[in-house]
């Protein structure tokens, strides 16, 4: 295992011991998430009573594979906790996440969660958001004006960047789970992040952005001195 995997790893094992028998849980997205849905099947197999609302299609096909028991956020009311990863968080615990492309998902099912455990390491934490290039997800209908709305609404808050289409291995604009297309916003440095999330929120075309505020009320940073955790 390498030292990334072993960190995600533990990240993952600190969030499981916030599960407790009889929860609805929802299932994160990516390598981070994957360890948590690992370590989650292990205990599931060994008597521990769950069920899992999964934020992709990928987490759902693993979850399957591994045992754990999924429903759907139609059969259940509301989450007691969702663990999921993030691409950066800052000192208000709030995220930017959707490098994996389930950002909609993600944000709903932790939306409907009591609380939300983010599951990280050091490389995640930044003073901005930003760096990371934030995923915007748009319908495929109209995105010339989509994107030039982005435009005006980033420019009123002082910001500018590029914006990309997200791509697939095939060259092909990556559709999400949800049929639509990922914008990557590179806007480097996010200083008003709440004002950025209610301008893009009030874009026609935009169907959810990466933008997790007030949403994360644990962070986890597994890293080569121990396992930091830090609740808001
Ligand atoms: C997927 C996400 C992921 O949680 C985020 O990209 C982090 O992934 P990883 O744990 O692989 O670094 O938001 O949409």
Known sequence: MTTADALKREAA???LEM?????RLGLGTGSTASWFVRLLAERVAAGLEVVGVPTSEATAALARELG???TTLDDVDGLDLTVDGADEFDGELNLVKGGGGALLREKIVAADSA???VITDESKRVEWLGAFPLPIEVVT???GATLRAIRAAAAGLDLSGSL???MDSNGNRRVTDQGNWIVDA???QISAPKALASALSAIPGVVEHGLFIDLASTVIIAGRTGVERIDR
Do not use: K
């Open 68 to 70: 754990v028991p999924l």
């Open 13 to 15: 094992a600190a969030a």
């Open 186 to 188: 590179s806007f480097r």
């Open 115 to 117: 609380r939300m455990v």
């Open 19 to 23: 599960v407790a028998n009889g929860m």
């Open 164 to 166: 990309a289409f997200r």
């Open 141 to 143: 209908f109209g995105t």
